[in-house]
């Protein structure tokens, strides 16, 4: 079973909890490329053997901080889905829950870039089984609005789904350009508002 879908299950280990919290700040403090073992050891106030004996190396800890802030991005954005209100508020709060705001920590970062890089690299697997969860969620969320609107997508030749991947798709091109912050947002809330009106079709 997919550990992403599997958003609510068993109580989270807390000693493993801080010291990817710990991870995540010495990452952003120091990159990637800079950051050790020890440097992230003594954030969480462990011992070095201590942390070996829960990561086999850096690229493991950085993989799990990864999937640990995805997975509770994609929570945060299914709440988000499911909430009251307009279809366009929701999509874009569940966007900024699982995206824009993890997009200015990095910003704020001087290792931004490096650790988007990094991310790539060693957690590129994650990144992807993410990006269909999310997908499906958002697709998920269009289709019953446009089922509760009476909106025939496919008479237009459209689908929930294509509308959700384009969103998407769009977020990536523009990550791609360097452009993650306000820029984002506001290419976000345009798509979003085009969501908005092919819903109104009848």
């Known amino acids: 079973?997919?550990?992403?879908?599997?958003?609510?299950?068993?109580?989270?280990?807390?000693?493993?909890?801080?010291?990817l919290e710990g991870a995540m700040?010495?990452?952003?403090?120091?990159?990637?490329?800079?950051?050790?073992?020890?440097?992230i050891a003594r954030a969480v106030e462990i011992s070095r053997p201590a942390l070996y004996l829960l990561f086999r190396n850096k690229a493991d800890i950085f993989r799990a901080v990864g999937h640990d802030l995805l997975n509770r991005s994609l929570r945060d954005a299914c709440?988000?889905?499911?909430?009251?209100?307009?279809?366009?508020?929701r999509l874009m709060e569940a966007l900024d829950r699982a995206?824009?705001?993890?997009?200015?920590?990095?910003r704020e970062s001087p290792h931004g870039e490096e650790l988007l890089d990094m991310r790539n690299h060693i957690a590129a697997d994650v990144v992807a089984e993410w990006r269909e969860?999310?997908?499906?969620?958002?697709?998920?969320?269009?289709?019953?609005?446009?089922?509760r609107r009476g909106a025939r997508l496919k008479e237009i030749g459209l689908?929930?789904?294509?509308?959700?991947?384009?969103?998407?798709?769009i977020l990536e091109g523009l990550k791609t350009r360097g452009l993650c912050g306000p820029q984002a947002e506001d290419r976000a809330r345009e798509f979003i508002a085009l969501i908005e009106l092919v819903l109104k079709r009848p």
């Open 25 to 39: 700040q010495v990452f952003l403090a120091y990159g990637f490329s800079r950051a050790t073992m020890d440097d």
């Open 99 to 106: 995206l824009f705001q993890l997009f200015r920590a990095v």
């Open 79 to 89: 709440k988000a889905l499911r909430e009251d209100g307009a279809i366009s508020f």
């Open 133 to 147: 969860s999310i997908v499906d969620s958002f697709a998920t969320a269009i289709d019953e609005e446009a089922q």
């Open 159 to 169: 689908s929930a789904r294509g509308l959700a991947e384009m969103l998407f798709d």
């Open 1 to 19: 079973m997919s550990t992403l879908k599997n958003l609510e299950s068993g109580a989270e280990d807390p000693r493993r909890a801080r010291i």
